[in-house]
C-alpha cells in the first residue's frame, strides 16, 4: 500500500463508528487498492448518488442489522464537497461521524485543478515525488511540469531530437497512458516553442493514441521501400499522400524505436504491408510488419503473442486495468487461434487459458467488489458506461459553444449481446476494411457477474446495480423503462430518447429512419441480438462463431448502422453484455425446482445452503458472493471452460466468470476527419 492511501487509512479503524459519512469530492475512496485494503478492514462502502436508491439499499441492508443490535462499519461516500454533507437526511447526520478529503490536503503545493485531472491510478507516483522534492507552492504551469517530469518522465525541455519525441510517445501511447488534455497542450507549447519540431502536428499526435498510431502506420511502408531500394526518400509529405503532418521519413530502426514497433504489429495496433520483392532474413525486427506469405506471417504473430500473454505479470495484487490490458492481448491470440487450424497453437492455448481463467476467478473473488464504485470517467464496468454517456452530454454545452456549436450533444449505446472480446477483433477487422472513415477507439469493461444478459444488460440500461432492480432481474422486458427512466433523471424529455432491441437483421438505415428523429432525439440506446442467437444455435465451437460473426458482418449491417449514427452526428459507443467462451460439460445438477435459473455457466438459487448442497457436488463451480446483487440471489457460476451440461458435451455459453465472459469490448467510434 503507498503511502497517500495510508494517510487516509489511518481515520478506519474498525469498531469505532457503525456509520461514517465522507465528503469525497475528488473520489480518492475510488481507488482499488484502497477500496480493498478497507473492505479487509470490514468496512462496507456505499455511494449516495441518489437519494430513493440510497434509502432503499440503507434500509434494507444496514438499518435492519442495527435494529437487531448488530454492528457493521458502513462508510457513506458522497462526492460533495464538506460543507455539503449537511444536505443528508437527519438520521445519517445524527447517527454516523463525518470526515472529508481532498486532493488539496493531499498536494497542498501544488495547483489544484491540474491535479485533479490526473487519473488516480497516476498519484503514487506524484505522492512520491512530493515526499523526495518537498516543492515549494507551485502555480499551474510548473504543476503541470512537475507532473510531466515526475509522473510522466519526460522532461520536455530538454527533449529536442526526433528519437526522444518518439520514444516517449511510443511509451505513452503503447502503455495507454492517459495525459489529460491539458497536460498534452502543455507539452504541444514547449515542444513547438523549442523550434526542434517543425512541420509535425504535434497538436494531434500527443493526445491522440489513434493519431498517433495512424501517423506511424503511413511512414512504415516508406520506411521500407527506402530499406529496399536505398532510395531518396522524398521530403515532401504530399509526394507520398500522407493525411497526418510531420516528417516523411522516421528513425524506426534506431533501438530505442524498434523495440516498440515489432508488439505494435503483433497486438494489432498497427497493421502490416505488403512489399512484394523485397528480400528478408527470417529473423529479421522488420518481419511482423510485412504480410507475406499469409500463414508464415500469421505463424510468427501467433508465436509472438503467445510470449506475450505467457511473459504478462498478472497475479492477486493486479490491478483492474492489468487485466484489462491484458484482455486485449488475449482477444488477439484467440481470435488468430479460433480462425485458423492449427492443433498445436490450440493445444498450447487450452492449457494457457486453463491456467489464466483460474488465476482469473482468484482474482475477481477478491477484487471484483472494489469496481462497483469507480467513477464513470473510464468505466470499469457496464453500469458505469451510460453515466459516462451522460457526463460527456452535461458537460458539453460550454465546450459546445466555445466550438461554435460545433459539437454534437447526442448519444447512441450499440449493445452487441453476447460479443466476446476476441470476436470483437474479427468484427473490427471487417468493419476498417468497409469503411476507412471510421475510427474505432478500443478500449474494454468489466460485464457483471452472473454474466447473464437479464442481470447485465439491465445494468447497462438502467446505469445502476442489479441490486436496484431485483423485481426484473430474471427478464429483459424492463430495459426500455429503465434506460428512459435512467436519461429523464438526467434532464432529457422521454420524446427525446429512443430503444429498440432485437436488431441486426435487414436494413439498419430503414430501421433508423423509423425509430428516431435526428433533429430532435438526443439518446438512442439499441441491442443487435444476432451474435446471441448465433451463440445459443451453435454447435460448431469458438471456430465456428468467428466464422457465423465473420459471415454476418460481411452483409455490412453493422457498419451502415454506425455509418447512419456517426453521418448525424452521435457519439457512439459499441458494448456487449457478456462474452461467451467454447466449454466441456462436467455433469447437469438434478436440482428439481431449487434453482430459479439453470444456465450452462451458472445456476441461480434464492439461498446460499440450497446452493452449498449443489456445490458440494461440482467442485468445478464457484459459490459467487452477490456483490451488487439482489439479497435472495445466490449464483453457482463455471470457472475455467467446464459446463453445466452432460458429461464431455461441447457448447459455446456464457453465465460464468471467465475473462471471455467477463471483460468485454467498449468502443467509441468517430469519423475520420
Known amino acids: 500500500m503507498s503511502s497517500w492511501p495510508n494517510t487516509i487509512l489511518k ?24 477500496v480493498m485494503e478497507l473492505r479487509n478492514r470490514g468496512f462496507d462502502l456505499i455511494e449516495f448518488n441518489d437519494p430513493i436508491e440510497f434509502r432503499y439499499a440503507y434500509e434494507s441492508k444496514y438499518r435492519s442489522i442495527w435494529d437487531r443490535g448488530e454492528h457493521t462499519d458502513l462508510v457513506v461516500i458522497l462526492r460533495l ?38 487519473d488516480r491510478s497516476l498519484l503514487d507516483s506524484l505522492f512520491d515525488a512530493q515526499k523526495k522534492t518537498s516543492p515549494d507552492r507551485m502555480g499551474e504551469n510548473a504543476t503541470k511540469d512537475f507532473i510531466l517530469r515526475h509522473v510522466f518522465g519526460v522532461a520536455a525541455e530538454l ?19 492517459a495525459i489529460p488534455s491539458m497536460l498534452a497542450d502543455r507539452l504541444v507549447e514547449i515542444f513547438e516553442n523549442s523550434g526542434s519540431f517543425k512541420g509535425w502536428s504535434l497538436s494531434q499526435i500527443i493526445p491522440d493514441a489513434e493519431q498517433f498510431f495512424a501517423f506511424i502506420q503511413e511512414r512504415w511502408p516508406i520506411f521500407l521501400e527506402n530499406l529496399n531500394q536505398a532510395n531518396q526518400v522524398k521530403e515532401d509529405s504530399d509526394a507520398y499522400g500522407l493525411k497526418v503532418q510531420g516528417p516523411v521519413a522516421l528513425p524506426f530502426d534506431h533501438q530505442d524505436i524498434r523495440v516498440y514497433i515489432d508488439n505494435l504489429f503483433v497486438e494489432g495496433k498497427l497493421t502490416p504491408v505488403d512489399l512484394p520483392g523485397i528480400d528478408i532474413e527470417k529473423d529479421s525486427w522488420i518481419l511482423s510488419g510485412i504480410s507475406a506469405a499469409k500463414s508464415d506471417g500469421e505463424d510468427l504473430r501467433v508465436s509472438r503473442l503467445f510470449d506475450l500473454v505467457e511473459a504478462a505479470d498478472l497475479s492477486m495484487d493486479s490491478i483492474y486495468t492489468d487485466w484489462i490490458a491484458f484482455a486485449m492481448k488475449w482477444a488477439e491470440l484467440s481470435a488468430l487461434i479460433h480462425t485458423a ?3 498445436d497453437h490450440k493445444k498450447r492455448y487450452s492449457e494457457t487459458g486453463q491456467k489464466l481463467n483460474s488465476l482469473f476467478a482468484d482474482w475477481l473473488e477478491t477484487h471484483y467488489a472494489s469496481l462497483i464504485n469507480l467513477p464513470p470517467s473510464t468505466p470499469a464496468m457496464l453500469h458505469h458506461v451510460p ?90 422486458n424492463s430495459e426500455e423503462k429503465l434506460w428512459k427512466q435512467f436519461w429523464q433523471g438526467h434532464d432529457i424529455s422521454k420524446l427525446d430518447i ?22 430532435k432525439t438526443k439518446v438512442v440506446g439499441l441491442v443487435i441480438d444476432k451474435v446471441d442467437k448465433i451463440m445459443h444455435g451453435m454447435q460448431l465451437g469458438a471456430a465456428g462463431m468467428h466464422n457465423q460473426i465473420d459471415q454476418w458482418c460481411r452483409g455490412e449491417y453493422l457498419t451502415s448502422l454506425l455509418n447512419y449514427l456517426s453521418s448525424h452526428d452521435y457519439e457512439t459507443w459499441i458494448t456487449s453484455d457478456h462474452g ?44 459467487w458472493q452477490p456483490s451488487g446483487l439482489p439479497d435472495d440471489y445466490f449464483p453457482l457460476v463455471a470457472t475455467r471452460s467446464d459446463a453445466f451440461v452432460n ?11 471467465a475473462i471471455e465472459e467477463v471483460i468485454v469490448p467498449l468502443i467509441k467510434v468517430e469519423r475520420r476527419t
Not at 11 to 19: C, E, R, S, T, Y
Not at 95 to 106: N, P, Q
Not at 498 to 517: C, P, T, V
Not at 597 to 604: D, K, L, Y
Open 81 to 118: 464537497q464538506d460543507a455539503e454533507l449537511a444536505t443528508l437526511p437527519y438520521d445519517l447526520l445524527q447517527a454516523g461521524r463525518k470526515l472529508s478529503f481532498s486532493l488539496g490536503d493531499l498536494f497542498p503545493n501544488m495547483s489544484y485543478p491540474v491535479v485533479e485531472q490526473l
Open 341 to 343: 487450424n492449427n492443433a
Open 11 to 34: 481515520d478506519f479503524i474498525p469498531n469505532v463508528a457503525k456509520l461514517t459519512l465522507v465528503s469525497d469530492p475528488d473520489c480518492l475512496l475510488t481507488e482499488e487498492k484502497l
Open 159 to 177: 527533449s529536442s531530437t526526433e528519437v526522444e519525441l518518439l520514444r516517449f510517445l511510443l511509451r505513452i501511447h503503447y502503455g495507454s497512458l
Open 498 to 519: 429512443a430503444y429498440k432491441r432485437s436488431l441486426g437483421d435487414g436494413d439498419a438505415e430503414a430501421a433508423m429512419d423509423s425509430l428516431i428523429n435526428p433533429a
Open 387 to 476: 453515466r459516462h454517456l451522460a457526463r460527456y452530454i452535461e458537460d458539453l454545452p460550454a465546450e459546445a459553444s466555445a466550438q461554435a456549436g460545433q459539437k454534437s450533444k447526442k448519444v447512441a449505446l450499440v449493445v452487441i449481446d453476447g460479443l466476446s472480446l476476441d470476436q470483437w477483433v474479427t468484427v473490427r477487422n471487417i468493419i476498417q476494411k468497409q469503411n476507412s472513415d471510421l475510427v474505432l477507439r478500443e478500449s474494454a469493461t468489466f460485464a457483471w457477474i452472473p454474466t447473464l444478459t437479464s442481470v447485465s444488460r439491465q445494468a447497462i440500461f438502467s446505469g445502476k446495480s442489479p441490486i436496484y432492480f431485483p423485481s426484473s432481474i430474471n427478464s429483459t
Open 580 to 623: 461467451n467462451i467454447e466449454s466441456i460439460g462436467k455433469g447437469r445438477p438434478t436440482e428439481g425446482a431449487i434453482a430459479e435459473s439453470r444456465g450452462e455457466r451458472v445456476r441461480i438459487y434464492p439461498t446460499p445452503e440450497l446452493r452449498s448442497q449443489i456445490s458440494s457436488t461440482f467442485t468445478f463451480a464457484r459459490e
Open 647 to 657: 458429461e464431455g458435451d461441447s457448447i459455446v455459453g456464457h453465465g460464468g466468470v
